[in-house]
């Protein structure tokens, strides 16, 4: 099994910053691509960024140049700088990870979910 624990999260004013963070830990025989979704009342779950393996990365449009992603591949941990932070940002965001682990079969990706963790900008 694997498991992805989220941290830094909380309740922040607008303009100000937060990092969060996601350790992954189990039976990892490696990771592919890791990321931040987020999902606000009433909407959509939406990706926010994503990093590969090979540390390209992706971002949603409304997060470009405040939001970066990275990871640390030593300790399966992906981090999520958030800079000018807004009211809308407000929104449980929840870390995704592609792990291969190792089956009856092989080694399979298996895609994983951290239990998520509360961002609230105020005004």
């Known amino acids: 099994q694997v498991q992805l624990v989220e941290s830094g999260g909380g309740l922040v004013q607008a303009g100000r910053s937060l990092r969060l963070s996601c350790a992954a830990s189990?039976?990892?025989?490696?990771?592919?691509?890791m990321g931040w979704y987020r999902q606000a009342p009433g909407k959509q779950r939406e990706l926010v960024a994503a990093?590969?393996?090979?540390?390209?990365?992706n971002y949603a449009d409304s997060v470009q140049g405040r939001f970066t992603i990275s990871r640390d591949n030593a300790k399966n941990t992906v981090y999520l700088q958030m800079n000018s932070l807004k009211p809308e940002d407000t929104a449980v965001y929840y870390c995704?990870?592609?792990?291969?682990?190792?089956?009856?079969?092989?080694?399979?990706?298996?895609?994983?979910w951290g239990q998520g963790i509360q961002v609230t900008v105020s005004s």
């Open positions: 995704n990870a592609e792990v291969n682990v190792r089956t009856a079969w092989g080694i399979r990706p298996h895609d994983y």
């Open positions: 189990g039976s990892i025989f490696s990771i592919n691509a």
């Open positions: 990093i590969t393996s090979g540390t390209s990365t």
